[in-house]
Protein backbone atom coordinates (compact mmCIF):
# COMPACT_ATOMS: atom_id res chain seq x y z
CA UNK A 1 0.00 0.00 0.00
CA UNK A 2 1.71 3.40 -0.98
CA UNK A 3 1.66 6.26 1.55
CA UNK A 4 -1.67 8.23 1.12
CA UNK A 5 -3.66 6.06 -0.31
CA UNK A 6 -6.20 6.17 1.77
CA UNK A 7 -5.99 10.11 2.22
CA UNK A 8 -8.87 12.12 1.27
CA UNK A 9 -8.59 14.34 -1.97
CA UNK A 10 -6.58 17.34 -1.94
CA UNK A 11 -10.01 19.31 -2.81
CA UNK A 12 -11.99 17.38 0.10
CA UNK A 13 -10.03 17.86 3.13
CA UNK A 14 -11.30 20.21 5.35
CA UNK A 15 -8.24 22.90 7.21
CA UNK A 16 -10.35 24.95 8.16
CA UNK A 17 -10.18 26.03 12.31
CA UNK A 18 -13.67 26.54 14.12
CA UNK A 19 -12.51 29.37 16.23
CA UNK A 20 -10.88 31.33 13.07
CA UNK A 21 -14.23 30.54 11.19
CA UNK A 22 -15.84 32.23 13.56
CA UNK A 23 -13.74 35.25 13.36
CA UNK A 24 -15.12 35.92 10.04
CA UNK A 25 -18.28 35.27 10.72
CA UNK A 26 -18.86 37.77 13.04
CA UNK A 27 -16.54 40.30 11.02
CA UNK A 28 -18.75 39.49 7.91
CA UNK A 29 -22.05 40.21 9.87
CA UNK A 30 -20.20 43.73 10.86
CA UNK A 31 -18.73 44.89 7.54
CA UNK A 32 -22.96 44.03 6.54
CA UNK A 33 -24.09 46.33 9.14
CA UNK A 34 -23.57 50.63 8.75
CA UNK A 35 -25.33 50.89 11.68
CA UNK A 36 -23.59 48.28 13.97
CA UNK A 37 -24.83 44.89 15.62
CA UNK A 38 -26.03 44.05 19.17
CA UNK A 39 -24.05 41.21 21.38
CA UNK A 40 -27.39 39.18 21.02
CA UNK A 41 -27.03 39.60 16.68
CA UNK A 42 -23.79 38.19 17.04
CA UNK A 43 -24.30 35.31 19.65
CA UNK A 44 -27.36 33.92 17.31
CA UNK A 45 -25.83 34.34 13.92
CA UNK A 46 -22.45 32.28 15.36
CA UNK A 47 -24.47 29.90 17.51
CA UNK A 48 -22.25 30.75 20.34
CA UNK A 49 -23.57 31.30 23.54
CA UNK A 50 -23.67 35.16 24.79
CA UNK A 51 -20.40 34.82 27.26
CA UNK A 52 -18.37 32.98 24.56
CA UNK A 53 -19.84 35.64 21.80
CA UNK A 54 -18.74 38.84 24.29
CA UNK A 55 -14.93 37.05 24.92
CA UNK A 56 -14.76 37.04 20.37
CA UNK A 57 -16.00 40.74 19.95
CA UNK A 58 -13.53 41.60 23.39
CA UNK A 59 -10.69 40.09 22.05
CA UNK A 60 -11.45 42.20 17.89
CA UNK A 61 -12.00 45.23 20.07
CA UNK A 62 -8.72 45.35 22.28
CA UNK A 63 -6.86 45.05 18.39
CA UNK A 64 -8.86 47.79 17.35
CA UNK A 65 -10.89 45.29 14.63
CA UNK A 66 -14.22 45.86 16.65
CA UNK A 67 -15.23 49.47 18.62
CA UNK A 68 -18.11 49.35 20.85
CA UNK A 69 -20.91 51.82 21.18
CA UNK A 70 -21.00 52.65 25.12
CA UNK A 71 -24.24 53.98 25.09
CA UNK A 72 -26.00 51.93 22.33
CA UNK A 73 -24.55 48.94 23.02
CA UNK A 74 -23.44 48.22 18.99
CA UNK A 75 -20.31 46.81 17.62
CA UNK A 76 -19.15 47.65 14.96
CA UNK A 77 -16.23 47.26 13.06
CA UNK A 78 -13.02 49.32 14.59
CA UNK A 79 -10.12 51.65 12.72
CA UNK A 80 -8.34 48.21 12.30
CA UNK A 81 -10.05 47.95 9.67
CA UNK A 82 -10.49 51.56 8.57
CA UNK A 83 -9.31 51.73 5.46
CA UNK A 84 -9.14 53.76 2.24
CA UNK A 85 -11.13 51.44 0.70
CA UNK A 86 -13.69 50.13 3.18
CA UNK A 87 -17.27 50.14 2.59
CA UNK A 88 -18.28 52.44 5.19
CA UNK A 89 -15.93 55.20 4.15
CA UNK A 90 -17.08 54.84 0.76
CA UNK A 91 -20.58 55.35 1.99
CA UNK A 92 -19.56 58.38 3.94
CA UNK A 93 -17.73 59.68 0.96
CA UNK A 94 -20.45 59.31 -1.27
CA UNK A 95 -22.64 60.80 0.99
CA UNK A 96 -19.90 63.74 2.05
CA UNK A 97 -19.02 64.69 -1.84
CA UNK A 98 -22.29 66.95 -3.00
CA UNK A 99 -21.95 68.55 0.59
CA UNK A 100 -17.86 69.65 0.40
CA UNK A 101 -18.60 70.65 -3.17
CA UNK A 102 -22.14 72.79 -2.20
CA UNK A 103 -19.95 74.01 0.58
CA UNK A 104 -16.83 74.83 -1.43
CA UNK A 105 -19.09 76.73 -3.90
CA UNK A 106 -21.25 78.59 -1.51
CA UNK A 107 -17.90 79.88 0.38
CA UNK A 108 -15.41 80.09 -2.53
CA UNK A 109 -13.30 78.15 -0.08
CA UNK A 110 -11.84 75.00 0.33
CA UNK A 111 -14.08 72.05 1.69
CA UNK A 112 -12.64 69.19 4.06
CA UNK A 113 -13.78 65.31 5.28
CA UNK A 114 -11.05 64.28 7.78
CA UNK A 115 -11.14 60.99 9.97
CA UNK A 116 -9.36 60.10 13.19
CA UNK A 117 -6.55 57.46 11.96
CA UNK A 118 -4.54 56.49 15.19
CA UNK A 119 -3.31 59.60 16.79
CA UNK A 120 -3.61 61.73 13.46
CA UNK A 121 -6.43 62.82 11.43
CA UNK A 122 -6.50 62.13 7.49
CA UNK A 123 -8.17 63.69 4.58
CA UNK A 124 -10.72 61.69 2.96
CA UNK A 125 -11.89 63.96 0.54
CA UNK A 126 -11.17 67.62 -0.70
CA UNK A 127 -13.26 69.92 -2.70
CA UNK A 128 -10.67 71.75 -3.78
CA UNK A 129 -11.26 76.18 -3.79
CA UNK A 130 -11.16 77.31 -7.60
CA UNK A 131 -9.35 80.60 -6.35
CA UNK A 132 -6.10 80.73 -7.53
CA UNK A 133 -4.86 81.24 -3.64
CA UNK A 134 -6.25 78.54 -1.08
CA UNK A 135 -5.51 76.55 1.19
CA UNK A 136 -6.35 72.53 0.92
CA UNK A 137 -4.47 69.48 1.70
CA UNK A 138 -4.23 66.04 -0.67
CA UNK A 139 -6.28 63.42 -0.16
CA UNK A 140 -4.13 61.26 1.98
CA UNK A 141 -2.47 64.15 4.09
CA UNK A 142 -2.46 63.38 7.74
CA UNK A 143 -2.36 66.18 10.44
CA UNK A 144 -2.27 66.44 14.18
CA UNK A 145 -5.52 66.70 16.09
CA UNK A 146 -4.36 69.50 18.59
CA UNK A 147 -3.56 72.45 16.09
CA UNK A 148 -6.54 72.00 13.38
CA UNK A 149 -10.21 72.26 13.58
CA UNK A 150 -10.87 68.75 11.84
CA UNK A 151 -9.11 67.47 15.10
CA UNK A 152 -10.81 69.39 17.56
CA UNK A 153 -13.98 68.85 16.57
CA UNK A 154 -13.87 65.06 16.51
CA UNK A 155 -11.10 65.34 20.03
CA UNK A 156 -14.61 66.89 21.63
CA UNK A 157 -16.85 64.21 20.95
CA UNK A 158 -13.93 61.21 22.65
CA UNK A 159 -13.86 60.13 25.95
CA UNK A 160 -10.74 62.48 27.60
CA UNK A 161 -8.91 59.02 28.53
CA UNK A 162 -8.50 58.38 24.85
CA UNK A 163 -7.93 62.05 23.76
CA UNK A 164 -4.95 62.50 26.60
CA UNK A 165 -3.54 58.86 25.04
CA UNK A 166 -3.75 60.19 21.77
CA UNK A 167 -2.35 63.86 22.99
CA UNK A 168 0.56 61.75 25.03
CA UNK A 169 1.26 59.53 21.76
CA UNK A 170 1.25 62.27 19.05
CA UNK A 171 2.82 65.14 21.42
CA UNK A 172 1.72 68.62 21.01
CA UNK A 173 4.36 70.38 18.59
CA UNK A 174 4.21 73.76 17.83
CA UNK A 175 3.11 74.66 14.60
CA UNK A 176 2.89 78.40 14.67
CA UNK A 177 3.01 81.15 17.35
CA UNK A 178 -0.88 80.74 18.11
CA UNK A 179 -0.40 76.76 18.68
CA UNK A 180 -2.02 75.08 22.11
CA UNK A 181 0.75 73.19 23.38
CA UNK A 182 -0.02 73.03 26.81
CA UNK A 183 -2.36 69.71 27.50
CA UNK A 184 -5.04 71.58 29.99
CA UNK A 185 -5.41 74.54 27.27
CA UNK A 186 -6.77 71.80 24.72
CA UNK A 187 -9.24 70.12 27.19
CA UNK A 188 -10.55 74.10 28.00
CA UNK A 189 -10.33 74.35 24.40
CA UNK A 190 -12.70 70.91 23.44
CA UNK A 191 -15.30 72.16 25.98
CA UNK A 192 -15.34 75.31 23.99
CA UNK A 193 -16.11 73.24 20.91
CA UNK A 194 -18.53 70.87 22.60
CA UNK A 195 -20.56 74.12 23.90
CA UNK A 196 -20.21 76.10 20.29
CA UNK A 197 -20.80 72.52 18.19
CA UNK A 198 -17.66 73.83 16.51
CA UNK A 199 -14.21 74.00 16.25
CA UNK A 200 -11.69 76.56 15.04
CA UNK A 201 -7.74 76.37 13.76
CA UNK A 202 -6.79 79.97 14.39
CA UNK A 203 -3.81 80.33 12.26
CA UNK A 204 -2.63 76.87 14.32
CA UNK A 205 -1.48 74.89 11.65
CA UNK A 206 -0.68 76.86 9.24
CA UNK A 207 0.68 80.61 9.53
CA UNK A 208 -2.04 81.80 7.18
CA UNK A 209 -4.63 78.80 7.75
CA UNK A 210 -7.78 79.69 9.00
CA UNK A 211 -10.10 76.64 9.55
CA UNK A 212 -13.62 75.77 10.68
CA UNK A 213 -15.17 72.22 11.55
CA UNK A 214 -18.31 70.43 12.80
CA UNK A 215 -18.05 66.89 13.49
CA UNK A 216 -19.90 64.44 11.75
CA UNK A 217 -22.18 62.97 15.22
CA UNK A 218 -24.72 60.11 13.39
CA UNK A 219 -22.05 58.20 11.03
CA UNK A 220 -20.66 56.20 14.10
CA UNK A 221 -16.66 56.97 13.01
CA UNK A 222 -14.39 59.48 14.10
CA UNK A 223 -14.92 62.35 11.41
CA UNK A 224 -15.95 65.53 10.66
CA UNK A 225 -16.11 68.39 7.66
CA UNK A 226 -14.30 71.37 7.70
CA UNK A 227 -13.59 75.21 5.29
CA UNK A 228 -10.52 76.55 4.93
CA UNK A 229 -8.61 79.46 3.58
CA UNK A 230 -5.75 81.77 3.90
CA UNK A 231 -6.49 83.94 7.00
CA UNK A 232 -5.66 87.00 5.31
CA UNK A 233 -9.28 86.62 3.44
CA UNK A 234 -11.33 83.94 5.80
CA UNK A 235 -11.91 85.78 8.71
CA UNK A 236 -13.17 84.98 12.46
CA UNK A 237 -16.02 86.44 11.42
CA UNK A 238 -16.64 84.87 8.11
CA UNK A 239 -15.21 81.40 9.71
CA UNK A 240 -18.14 81.73 12.67
CA UNK A 241 -21.15 82.28 9.69
CA UNK A 242 -19.66 79.27 8.02
CA UNK A 243 -19.86 77.35 11.14
CA UNK A 244 -23.90 77.66 11.18
CA UNK A 245 -24.01 75.68 7.77
CA UNK A 246 -21.54 73.16 8.60
CA UNK A 247 -23.18 72.23 11.44
CA UNK A 248 -26.62 72.21 9.32
CA UNK A 249 -24.51 70.04 6.53
CA UNK A 250 -22.81 67.36 8.70
CA UNK A 251 -26.44 66.97 10.74
CA UNK A 252 -27.35 66.31 6.61
CA UNK A 253 -25.13 63.79 5.95
CA UNK A 254 -25.11 61.77 9.03
CA UNK A 255 -28.70 61.30 9.03
CA UNK A 256 -29.05 60.91 4.89
CA UNK A 257 -28.74 57.48 3.56
CA UNK A 258 -27.08 56.82 0.11
CA UNK A 259 -29.35 56.06 -2.95
CA UNK A 260 -28.59 53.39 -5.31
Known sequence: MTTGEHEAPEEERDYSVRAVERVCLILNLLQESVDGITLNEVAQ??????????????????????????DGGLFRLGLGFVGMQSRHLEILRERARPSL???????????????????????????????GVRLAASRGDRDPIHCTALGKAIAA????????????????PKRTGNTITAEE?????????????????????????RCVAAPLLGTHLPVA???????????????KKVAKTLIEVASGIATNPVTA
Open 101 to 131: ERLRDEFDETANLGLLDGDHIIYLDIAESRR
Open 157 to 172: QLPEDRVRDLLRDAGL
Open 45 to 70: TTGLPKSSAFRYLWTLENHRYVERDE
Open 225 to 239: ISVSGPSSRFSLAEA
Open 185 to 209: AYFEELTKVRRLGYAVDDRENEDDG
